[in-house]
T-cell receptor, first 113, second 111 residues
Framework: DADVTQTPRNRITKTGKRIMLECSQT?????MYWYRQDPGLGLRLIYY???????NKGEISDGYSVSRQAQAKFSLSLESAIPNQTALYFC????????????FGPGTRLLVL | KQEVTQIPAALSVPEGENLVLNCSFT??????LQWFRQDPGKGLTSLLL?????REQTSGRLNASLDKSSGRSTLYIAASQPGDSATYLC??????????FGRGTSLIVHP
């Protein structure tokens, strides 16, 4: 089984709709991250959380919100989706120890019409 | 603000060639540097991680080097194979442990 899972894997929605992307991990890591990837722009950080009570904005948090329901779960919400939020979204974890290797989920492909 | 640049943006080579991918960063006060592989439409897979105190790491046919003072890292792939075709991303983390990613090098190895 995958260590970091994301649901849904693909989603089509309409402008103005609220949607939630979910991430779960079985690695026991405290640190979790949400990124978006756009062609030609690389990965950009949306939000990150270093433990259950810690939530921090990343580079591009406007229009997004997150919830850290438990150590293993980190959800990303688009309050009112717009077409320029069409992208590939990744969740990642790291162990918060010396190595800080990041482990990525398979991604959610989101299309906002 | 840390900026990470990867050159070249795309590379096409015949099978068997040894190749070098480059990554440069603007702030040398880093905690670690990580190289990832991404297959089309898939997530990222960590290949190698170099701590700031290290100069290189090796895994199989892959070797990554780090020169903090010049703000550079290279990923060397020996005897390339078609299965190496993917996008390779470099990510640099500073004291906050938050990585900054480059835009990647898209590699095609043709038979």
């Amino acid at each position: 089984d995958a260590d970091v899972t994301q649901t849904p894997r693909n989603r089509i929605t309409k402008t103005g709709k609220r949607i939630m992307l979910e991430c779960s991990q079985t690695k026991g890591h405290d640190r979790m991250y949400w990124y978006r990837q756009d062609p030609g722009l690389g990965l950009r950080l949306i939000y990150y959380s270093f433990d259950v009570k810690d939530i921090n904005k990343g580079e591009i948090s406007d229009g997004y919100s997150v919830s850290r329901q438990a150590q293993a779960k980190f959800s990303l919400s688009l309050e009112s989706a717009i077409p320029n939020q069409t992208a590939l979204y990744f969740c990642a974890t790291s162990d918060g120890k010396i190595q800080e290797t990041q482990y990525f989920g398979p991604g959610t492909r989101l299309l906002v019409l | 603000k840390q900026e990470v640049t990867q050159i070249p943006a795309a590379l096409s080579v015949p099978e068997g060639e040894n190749l070098v991918l480059n990554c440069s960063f603007t702030d040398s006060a880093i905690y670690n540097l990580q190289w990832f592989r991404q297959d089309p439409g898939k997530g990222l897979t960590s290949l190698l991680l170099i701590q700031s105190s290290q100069r290189e790491q090796t895994s199989g046919r892959l070797n990554a080097s780090l020169d903090k003072s010049s703000g550079r890292s290279t990923l060397y792939i020996a005897a390339s194979q078609p299965g190496d075709s993917a996008t390779y991303l470099c990510a640099v983390s500073g004291g906050s442990y938050i990585p900054t990613f480059g835009r990647g090098t898209s590699l095609i190895v043709h038979p």
